[in-house]
């Protein structure tokens, strides 16, 4: 984690994070979603709750979280993949955790692809929990295009 600094995430780092996305494996990316229109929306109607990991100029990381008044929910969590292990995962974490706190929530919900390994392994050693329990479904207004699958599966 030396060297690396957290900061909140500005609309200014999208063609960054978007690159750090579209190089990891495991990644499910909407094309509009998250496009720079969509990511841009996002982080207007959220604030104070997207961060980045930068070293130097560079950015390493990135978590975005979305918060409706009763949760919170992460998305697209990601370490630069020679630099995990460090604690920037971690740190990230943290800094979403003091922005839920800031707003009362209580409760925090993330999907991972199943075929994710590295992540699903990462948000089980931080304390979250596999939910087995219910099914998530999902309706789409918008026509899937081929960038809407996760990236190496």
């Known amino acids: 984690m030396e060297g690396t600094t957290i900061r909140l995430m500005t609309a200014a780092d999208y063609p960054q994070v978007h690159h750090l996305w579209s190089i990891t494996e495991g990644m499910a990316l909407r094309s ?8 841009t929306k996002f982080l207007k109607k959220n604030p104070t709750s997207n961060f980045v990991a930068l070293r130097g100029d560079e950015l390493v990381g990135v978590i975005l979280c979305g918060m409706d008044g009763r ?33 009362g929530i209580k409760k925090s919900g993330l999907l991972v692809m199943k075929g994710n390994e590295i992540g699903n392994a990462f948000w089980r050693s931080q304390g979250w929990t596999e939910r ?18 996760p990236k190496g599966q």
């Not at 087995?132 to 699958?149: A, F, G, T």
């Open 71 to 103: 949760r919170a929910y992460v998305y697209h969590t990601v370490v630069r993949a020679d630099l995990r292990n460090q604690g920037i995962g971690k740190a990230l974490l943290a800094a979403v955790y003091g922005a839920i706190e800031q707003e």
């Open 132 to 149: 087995v329990d219910l099914n998530y479904y999902s309706y789409s207004n918008v026509p899937q295009v081929e960038s809407d699958h």
């Open 32 to 39: 509009y979603d998250d496009s720079e229109e969509g990511i």
